[in-house]
């Protein structure tokens, strides 16, 4: 992975760490439903404005019934279970359930694109997974899994999530990123729509300012831009490359967690981050350009 593709996946996972924290604060003024479909629709509204400057082709035909069969399974049914899920349950334990992405990412590239995962990959993976645990305090004779039911809600997001990558990355090889997640967002928006789109407006009317700053924000950074750029680094790398950023969420949820609660870390804080960070080196310090393991130097 290029350096530069690192480190701006490293900030959008900073970015999008907080996304559960504004699902919780938006709970009392929106439904899950409603957060989806303001967040994706604002998203899909600010890119369509910029699609006269979109270069390469738009999805024709085939291409354009995947491209819709994307958005509806991303951006209509697996964030409605990722924030129903997030607002039934806990931030600590939606941190915990956030390592699982990395892993279903991987499998859900090895399966269907026939990517193989480097040994370093799979010891950041076994690295990353231990310091959620640590983070978690997992180890802890009063440590509780709140809530099985919201659980499997969160996790089955994953599934469909996995979808962006999977489906995506035929797609942007004969059609241009931009112009896909364009496309998906605004037929995934539609679904929402259909759904509840009236309610939504009701809601809307009643979000406060703050509110309407956090979704603004999903919609901008953690959508239009953060979405279109997850293409810009699988178009060169390995999606279980690119996945193992995600571990960097649990990190970042926590120390905004602490921060907005004011909250003192804990030893399992310190040590499982440095587990984390220590599983992100090994795994993608080797990969350089197309996701491949570079050759040793010096």
């Known amino acids: 992975m290029k350096p530069r593709h690192l480190i701006v996946l490293l900030l959008l996972n900073v970015c999008w760490s907080a996304t559960p924290s504004a699902f919780t604060y938006l709970k009392d003024t929106l439904s899950p439903g409603g957060v989806v479909t303001l967040r994706f629709g604002l998203a899909g509204l600010m890119l369509l404005a910029f699609w006269p400057l979109f270069p390469g082709k738009a999805p024709r035909g085939k291409d354009l019934v995947l491209t819709g069969l994307m958005g509806l399974i991303v951006f209509c049914l697996g964030h409605r279970l990722q924030v129903y899920g997030a607002q039934q349950g806990s931030a600590g334990n939606s ?28 010891i950041g993976f076994a690295l990353g997974m231990l310091g959620v645990l640590l983070l978690n305090n997992v180890f802890s004779p009063d440590f509780k899994l709140v809530g099985l039911l919201p659980s499997l809600f969160f996790v089955s997001s994953f599934l469909c999530e996995t979808a962006f990558s999977i489906m995506g990355k035929g797609l942007i090889e004969r059609s241009h990123f931009t112009k896909v997640t364009t496309l998906a967002l605004l037929i995934g928006t539609a679904g929402n729509i259909l759904i509840d789109g009236g309610e939504t407006v009701e809601s809307a009317a009643n979000l406060t300012f703050a509110g309407w700053i956090a979704i603004l924000f999903m919609a901008s950074i953690c959508t239009a831009v953060g979405y279109v750029y997850w293409f810009v680094v699988i178009r060169e790398t390995d ?9 960097m969420q649990p990190v970042a949820g926590f120390l905004i967690a602490l921060v907005w609660i004011g909250d003192t870390p804990g030893s399992n804080h310190f040590w499982g981050s440095l587990t984390i960070v220590c599983g992100l080196v090994i795994a993608l310090w080797h990969t350089r350009g197309n996701g491949k393991p570079s050759a040793p130097t010096g």
Do not use: D, Q
């Open 95 to 122: 941190a915990l359930l956030m390592a699982m992405e990395p892993l279903v990412t991987a499998v859900g590239a090895a399966i269907f694109l026939r990517e193989k995962i480097h040994p370093r990959s799979g």
């Open 239 to 247: 999606v279980n490359i690119a996945g193992l950023t995600i571990f």
